[in-house]
């Protein structure tokens, strides 16, 4: 069966080996997912030479909703704009390549199994120390698709080569985890380039065009993270992404399934108690 139809792009600050110096990777739904999900990873990245960022974005976009100038762009045309749009940010945030698979979410479900399979050959050429990727509370259904490809490519590169041990982080997208008990939450600090956080996913016009304001809204939602994290301290951040922390799973220790199960019974019992420590005493 033939791959998935590729288009890159490659940093020109790389003269080459754009995979392998790569250290953070995202691997993500949509165009603008990488600026969500890893932008702790760019900005760990930014003007650096021993450190890059990628993204390997997995559906064309071509199914997005789209308002104002972009409302009579049929599916074709706005899905080459939101390639555009992608490789715009790859070159603002000095990413060391930006791959995009040119088929419909649709497909990339039909055609899971070779989904899997062509991103453990990208996986294992690349070997990033940190991944990024969507969370399974996800809202999603295309983003939840994406991270059991993920999961799975990752598992197979691992059983091959049992010393690779990335970070894998499920960041939130559409959907909080401000929830998540407090010994599943990481803070992925966001803070320290304010300007490149913005601008990022600011040029993202196609999306946030006709009243979608993702602009302002991923960037709320970060500040509130930070000032939500904790009642009894200071801010310790200005900027925070949420994430869950995959690795357990990518390392055969726990199941998807089975943390997940985790996370909603330890959540459920934290909230329970919460309630019965004030009516039980009342
Ligand atoms: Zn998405």
Known sequence: MDNFVCREFCSPLLEDHHKSSTTHLAVIAHQDDAEIVGYSGIQ???QRTDSWFS?????????ASRGGRYQNASNDALSLIRQHEQEKAALLGEYAFCQQWLCSSQTLKDQRNLAVQQLTNELDQIRPSTIYTHNPFDKHGTH????TIVLDALKSVIQTNPSYQPKVYGVEVWGSLDWLPNQFRIELDCSPMPNLEQALIGLYDSQIDGNKGYDTAVLG???ANATFSDSHTEDQARSVNLALDLSPITQGIISLNDLTDEILKTHFEESKLRIQSIV???
Do not use: C, M, W, Y
Request: glycine letters at 10%.
């Open 144 to 147: 939840i698709t994406v991270l």
């Open 221 to 223: 939602r970060r500040q």
């Open 55 to 63: 993204s390997i974005t997995l559906t064309n976009g071509s199914g």
């Open 280 to 282: 039980s005493s009342s």
């Open 44 to 46: 760990a990245s930014f």
